[in-house]
């Protein structure tokens, strides 16, 4: 019999069931923690999974927005899923994460399922070329939130600094690097949405400093679908991200999320807090 225990961390992570009045119940866990609660990814695809089991649900999804309201703390949450509008093609939903006694949700979050049909298909962007990530040395991060630990990366460029002084000038904020589960696992729709939320904050690479840091909102949009990612059947992808403008406290980061045939899976964009 599968138990929570033996599936896959990230699955057992995300793992939700539905509730007699139709909610979702779920629970966070501390593998994947950050400084103050849940890791922003984990959340992320808690959302895309109850959406994806939800018996009204149609399509696939090809967006998903998510606005951390406040952090989730450990232990049980609740996801209340509501269908706002559908036609044909689209399906509109919005979502809401509750915990404990508190009236306000800790986390609102929207996303759009869409009807994948036969048709033209073309990629203007290019591929990041690296070699492969066994030429490349593995990130080692002691000391650092659990939720690091829950993934592998290979650092092509831009790798996380800490220098005891900021950088002047200001570093890059361009990364690229091989990702993968520690526990090897398929890449798939949720495992996408979290992996949006890996990029490290590019303030720490243009500040070359880890500094108070957190995800506001985070947008992924799904360039791929089920079929294509279980033919695919990778256990590795490619990242990129870079930022714009650092500016009174908040900064903009955009990613990429590739596979390794060169295939465009997944971009996010998301609007961060900072403090330095």
Known sequence: ???LQSIHPF??????????DGTFLAEARTDYWTFMGQFGGATAATC???????????GQPIALTVNFAAPIQEGAFRLSLRRVRANRSTQHWSIEIHQGDDPEPRTTATAVL????????HQ???????????QLRELVLPDTVPWVGCYRFWFESGEPINSPEPLSPPGSAVSQFWLADAVERDVDLTSLAAMADTFFGRIFQVRGQIVPFGTVSLTTYFHSDVEELQALATRRVIG???GRRFHR???????ELWSPDGRLLATSHQIAYFKA
């Open 249 to 255: 406290s908040y900064s903009d980061q955009s990613g």
């Open 240 to 242: 990129r991200v870079d």
């Open 48 to 58: 895309l999974n109850a959406l994806m089991r939800h018996p009204d649900a149609a």
């Open 124 to 134: 203007s962007a290019t591929p990041p070329a690296l070699p492969p990530a066994e």
């Open 11 to 20: 699955d057992r992570a995300i793992a939700v069931c539905r509730e007699p």
């Open 1 to 3: 019999m599968t138990t």
């Open 114 to 121: 869409a009807e994948r049909r036969p048709g033209w298909s």
